[in-house]
Structures are given as C-alpha cells and as structure tokens.
C-alpha cells in the first residue's frame, strides 16, 4: 500500500445478510466488479443482481448492466420531479 492510501474493510457477511445472499457469491461480485462494497445501496444493488440473474438468467455483466441503467433512469426521474 503507498502512502496516503487508506484501508477499507467492508463487512461482506453483514452485506450478505441484508442483501440476502451468501457471503461467497458477494465477495464473487465484488471480484467481478458488479458491485461497490462501499457504496450506500450496495445491499440493495447486490439483490437486484441476484434477482436478475435468477428470473432472467443474465450473466453478471449483463446483470450489472441492467442494474446501471435502472440506476440511472431512477436518478433521471428523480431529478424530473
């Protein structure tokens, strides 16, 4: 680590449990870059993955793409009204 690089450590189990998923595939779309640990709806983020994955069958990077764009539609609406 070089000077002036801050650790963070990120509690992947108590992510796990409320996004509702197991440890091991959350730090899977960690690796993956689906997900940023750090960010405040990364819970919220990692079920809707899972559940696009599961009732569409998308891949992760196509899980995470949809994810993106829902994202970005909500924050466009958001700022309409």
């Excluded at 993956?32 to 819970?43: C, G, H, T």
């Amino acid at each position: 680590m070089s000077p002036g690089t801050a650790l963070v450590l990120v509690d992947v189990r108590a992510l796990a449990r409320r996004s509702g998923l197991h440890p091991d595939l959350v730090r899977r779309l960690i690796a993956l870059d689906a997900v940023d640990p750090l960010e405040w709806n990364a819970a919220a983020r990692l079920a809707r993955l899972a559940r696009l994955r599961h009732d569409l069958g998308l891949n992760v990077a196509g899980a995470a793409l949809v994810c993106d764009l829902l994202e970005r539609i909500e924050e466009l609406e958001a700022r309409r009204r």
